[in-house]
């Protein structure tokens, strides 16, 4: 390794500014955390890729201070998040499929936020100006990532400035490989990617077409997917709800010479006929549903599209980052701290590996529906045999395709289920449904939203540190256990709620919440170890990841 190089120094060396790795940046910025995040290109991307914010990535933008942000720069208030299929926009409507919960402000009972449509093109800025805003946060465009070592406790990563053309040596306690799906550092690795063999190959057409829907009779919708005799190959997603659209082929053909492709003549037959539109520019790209075989190798980390990739249909990969950012973000700063025990790091791939593979599997699992729809070669015809194939396969999308687009289920109500720094209490599960949220304060699940007083959500107290909530003036004293964590210098704060529905809701006299809202513990009584309280949620409790460990390897049959 050159040793000839300047040495800057730095907490936590963040690879990648794209969403995940500036969320983290945000994560780390708001704890205080000294971090560099590195990025190759010269801005956040401008072509683009994701769009739908879930609930639970509004909670986060909610607690980095920009959920206001992100939702004036979604598509506007009143925009449907229908679903449509149809045969093209000024042909037969197949199906619909609405989603309530999405769009708009007025909270629901599930999240003080809901879930949005803001592209990435609008929300990497977002973020960008929200880790910039930190003192401790030095962000890097036109560095790029070059070679991994490590040097003792330390990562060294030598990067080369690319608008000066020099290499540079960065040494970090801790490395987070945020570089996306072509991840160097994963490879450097050698860690593999596991999952479904699917492989697709897309062109990516960004489109501006302004009210489009005043040229058809279908109406607003979020996403139309175009049923042809020849199966399902064409979509289009509406971006800010006024004139952008991204309009997406499938097909190896146009992936191999996207030059060759007609894409004004494939986009107008879509529309159904020739409207004022402009092509603003094309990209390929290939879809796989993979997950990492590990997020960790010693100091190094590895979040978002580095760690899991899945098909883009059920709109789940950057919101799965987003969740990687915010479970390692406290960990990072505990470990650095001082306080976090020596196993606290290793429970980020327990919590977080099974999550990936609950969210890859779920996208590989309904997009494996659209790709595998074979239409009535009669669907786009005006005949009663047309007629009767709409209906039938409309009747089996709505069926078969809710599970894609209502995903409550899989934003909310994903659980930390073995994880060793939760305390398990031995209630049973609730179901684990996909479209449907069941709260629940058992160990390892997100803790419930629920309005404290106007506008303030009882989710706005989880953050900093933990949380330990004591329900109604007759729950127990919890100095004991507030000592501990003194003891431990574990960060606490103690809340009593008075409010009997949120009682209700809580579940239990005593719920200790962890600082990224996950519940760690909860009882009616004191417990009777209460170092070992102290010691597991910190991740000082070393049998605890062993059976964790061994627990998740039966789970998934390795
Ligand atoms: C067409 C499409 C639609 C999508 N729609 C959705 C959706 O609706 N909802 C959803 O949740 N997800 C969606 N996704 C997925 C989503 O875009 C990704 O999951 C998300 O971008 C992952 O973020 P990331 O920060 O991990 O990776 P990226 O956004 O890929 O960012 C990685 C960054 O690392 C940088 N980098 C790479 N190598 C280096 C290096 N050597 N040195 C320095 N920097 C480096 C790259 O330049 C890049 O900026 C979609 C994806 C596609 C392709």
New binding site residues.
Partial sequence: MPDDLHTIETQVLI???????LALACDLGGRGVPCLV????ERP?DHP????INARSMEFMRRWGIADAVRKAAAPEDFPHTALYCTSLNGFEIARIERPHHGGRQPTAMSPERAQRCN?IWLDPILSVCAQSFSTTDLRFR???EELHEEGDRVLAIVRDLARDERRRIAARYLVD???????IRRALGIGMSGSPYIGY?L?VYVRAPQLWTHHDKGKAALVNFVEPKGLWRNLVTLDGRELY?F?LRGKEFYDDPDKVDVERLFEEVVGKQIPHEIISVRR?TARNVVADRYQVGAVFL????AHLNH?AS???????LGDAVDLGWKLEAALAGWGGPNLLASYEIERRPVGKRNVGHADMSHANDRNQKPDPAIADDSPQGARARREMGEAIVHAQTRKFVTDGIALGYRYEPSPICWPDGSPPPPDSVSEYHPTTRPGSRAPHAWLGEGRSIIDMFGRGFTLLRFGQSAPDVQPIAQVFVRRAVPLTVTTIMDPAIAQLYERRLVLVRPDGHVAWRSDDLPADLLGLADRVRGADAAAIGTAAKAEALRIGI
């Fill in positions: 690879v990648g500014g794209g969403s995940v790795g590195i990025e190759q290109n991307a890729r994701a769009t739908a990435q560095w790029r990532f945020c570089s996306g799906g072509h991840s160097p897309h990516s991204r997406g790209w979040a978002g599209d580095a883009p709109g789940l990969g950057l919101n799965t980052g």
